[in-house]
């Protein structure tokens, strides 16, 4: 149990144009929402946390305009990178935690999205 | 504000010998403690966690961790290590209990390089 699906894993796209990366909870409802960015060699930066239905709380320098966070349902969650540019490419990853849940049981990852802008 | 360290960036270690990655932490109570595992282009899988009692927990894979509070320390252990463990390991922590906050920080990380 406890599955997170997100896609594409792998995405190349022009400079300016954005690119939207889906993450779903498979098997139980994800009441929260965190978005990881990850650079090489780097650990996870967390950019955001996302509530159903509700507007998503961004992390200090997080451009909340360039990184568009919607949860609209308790199964997905999408982060839509606007206008995106070269620095923009990166690892990206979401993780989810169920309904009625705590860190009793712990974060379920997603397998990442690797975002590059050409 | 809590924050994980992890002073080993690189560990290289022949298959079938010990592993011992290092994590500390800072909170300013008991803390929640997680070990994550990732491979090259994946998400990640948690290893163990540690919410309160037994000190020692044991984890998925053979992994064990064990919290030591005097030293705010929570170091990843494995008794005889193999060729598949090599990957990226990270140490996190969480607020403890009642603290309202989901909110995970991630050490920066250990690369676990394994040779034959």
């Known amino acids: 149990g406890a599955v997170v699906s997100q896609h594409p894993s792998r995405v190349i796209c022009k400079s300016g144009t954005s690119v939207k990366i889906e993450c779903r909870s498979l098997?139980?409802?994800?009441?929260?929402m965190f978005w990881y960015r990850q650079f090489p060699k780097q650990s996870l930066m967390l950019m955001a946390t996302?509530?159903?239905?509700?507007?998503?709380?961004?992390e200090q320098g997080v451009e909340k305009d360039k990184f568009l966070i919607n949860h609209a349902s308790l199964t997905l969650s999408t982060l839509t990178v606007t206008s995106a540019h070269p620095e923009d490419s990166s690892f990206y990853i979401c993780?989810?935690?169920?309904?009625?849940?705590?860190?009793?049981?712990?974060?379920?990852f997603g397998s990442g999205t690797r975002l590059t802008v050409v | 504000a809590q924050s994980v360290t992890q002073p080993d960036i690189h560990i290289t270690v022949s298959e079938g010998a010990s592993l011992e990655l290092r994590c500390n932490y800072s909170y300013g109570a008991t803390p929640y403690l997680f070990w994550y595992v990732q491979s090259p282009g994946q998400g990640l899988q948690l290893l163990l966690k540690y919410f309160s009692g037994d000190t020692l927990v044991q984890g998925i894979k053979g992994f064990e961790a064990e919290f030591k509070r005097s030293q705010s320390s929570f170091n990843l252990r494995k008794p005889s290590v193999h060729w598949s463990d090599a990957a990226e390991y990270f140490c996190a922590v969480g607020p403890g209990s009642g603290a309202g906050s989901y909110q995970l920080t991630f050490g920066k990380g250990t690369k676990l390089s394994v040779i034959p």
């Open positions: 996302s509530n159903e239905g509700s507007k998503a709380t961004y």
């Open positions: 993780s989810a935690i169920g309904r009625g849940g705590s860190l009793l049981r712990g974060y379920t």
């Open positions: 098997d139980f409802q994800a009441t929260t």
